[in-house]
């Protein structure tokens, strides 16, 4: 679709880059780089929630969409709000063939930074303006920094409703422990000069024997281990303890038991036809601890959310992959086997399954239940 030179105009003016200073009067350019498959009804609160920490561009890859994923994007895209682009992948390695395309394309090249991240991660910055550039001064601007994953659960919300996810999902696992195990996944920002060999979902890999000034989300050094991809198990996680001094990666990977039967549904964007087991949900629905802290980016969201709600075909399209979700969603239930899912879902104990299996061989389940 395209709009005509002066509609055109008049919707770059409404929908302009954010603009993120940075030091010598230069704006800093950040651009977030993300796969995606059927995610229509979670896109605006996406985008909208990176501008405001600083993001600049967005580059988007969809697959064999059903929900109107991709009329959305390229709506967006026609009004200056992202790129948008088929998933070029041949075979089902869906996510490191798009970033591989992404490294020529313009608005990655002439980043300052780039973010690699999904639509269920929101970066929440705990420093100075709450946004990229102030994380990135703070870490000392590095050229990297990793930022832990903290798990938000679904906390019993059934039924999906177009509210911004950050406000519905508030609880989530100690942010130091998940699963029992100490080391927790990371996402990570790039700058411009890294001296990169391939981007990997979680972190860069970079050229032999370079040695990147690399932080996690404290400003520390990321360690060794990590940093040289020495260890299978250290590859794209590190101990989460004191590395959320300055940034969180808050990950809504459940949302609602509605949203999470479609996502099942869908299977992952990088692996075709990969179902979300039990053990999927239960290790990411321990509602032990509460973090609120993101809310102090809800009023401006809100905001933001009206702001680009106001643009009447992307209010539309937005609807439109609301209302698909929901039907899809329907479809689903009317199938006994989803039914059935529902309900062990509903159903399914809180402990992660490997804090279940150590309080069951120490005798303690029935305490801790």
């Excluded at 087991?277 to 905001?303: F, G, V």
Aim: hydrophobic content about 40%; overall charge negative; proline content about 6%.
């Amino acid at each position: 679709m395209h709009l005509d030179p002066t509609e055109a105009a008049d919707n770059e003016n409404a929908h302009n880059r954010t603009e993120t200073p940075q030091k010598g009067g230069r704006m800093m350019r950040i651009t977030a780089v993300t796969c995606v498959k059927n995610e229509g009804p979670f896109l605006l609160e996406w985008i909208a929630f990176n501008r405001l920490i600083g993001v600049t561009d967005h580059l988007f890859y969809s697959n064999d969409c059903s929900d109107g994923t991709d009329d959305l994007l390229d709506a967006l895209a026609d009004r200056g709000l992202c790129e948008h682009l088929p998933n070029p992948a041949e075979g089902r390695n869906y996510q490191m063939e798009a970033l591989k395309d992404a490294r020529s394309r313009d608005c990655v090249t002439q980043a300052d930074w780039v973010w690699i991240a999904d639509v269920d991660e929101f970066l929440n910055i705990h420093v100075g303006d709450h946004t990229i550039p102030a994380l990135i001064e703070a870490c000392g601007d590095p050229q990297a920094i990793s930022l832990t994953f903290q798990f938000f659960a679904n906390d019993g919300v059934e039924a999906f409703v177009d509210r911004p996810v950050i406000e519905q999902f508030t609880r989530s696992h100690n942010p130091d422990l998940w699963c029992g195990e100490a080391a927790i996944e990371v996402k990570s920002l790039v700058r411009h000069d890294f001296p990169l060999k391939y981007y990997g979902a979680h972190r860069p890999f970079q050229k032999p024997k370079q040695r990147p000034v690399w932080t996690d989300g404290s400003g520390r050094k990321v360690p060794h281990k990590f940093l040289v991809a020495a260890n299978p198990r250290r590859i794209r996680r590190f101990p989460a303890g004191g590395a959320r001094v300055h940034a969180t990666l808050n990950h809504y990977a459940l949302r609602s038991l509605d949203s999470y039967l479609v996502k099942n549904d869908r299977g992952d964007v990088n692996r075709e036809n990969r179902a979300f087991d039990d053990t999927y949900w239960r290790e990411r629905n321990d509602p032990a601890w509460q973090d609120t802290s993101i809310l102090r980016y809800a009023p401006q969201l809100k905001a933001a959310l009206a702001e680009l709600k106001k643009d009447k075909k992307i209010m539309a399209l937005h609807e439109a992959a609301v209302q698909a979700h929901i039907a899809k969603r329907d479809e689903l239930l009317a199938r006994p086997e989803y039914r059935e899912m529902q309900e062990h879902l509903r159903a399914a104990s809180t402990l992660p399954p490997q804090e279940e299996a150590m309080l069951r061989d120490l005798g303690l389940l029935e305490d801790a239940v």
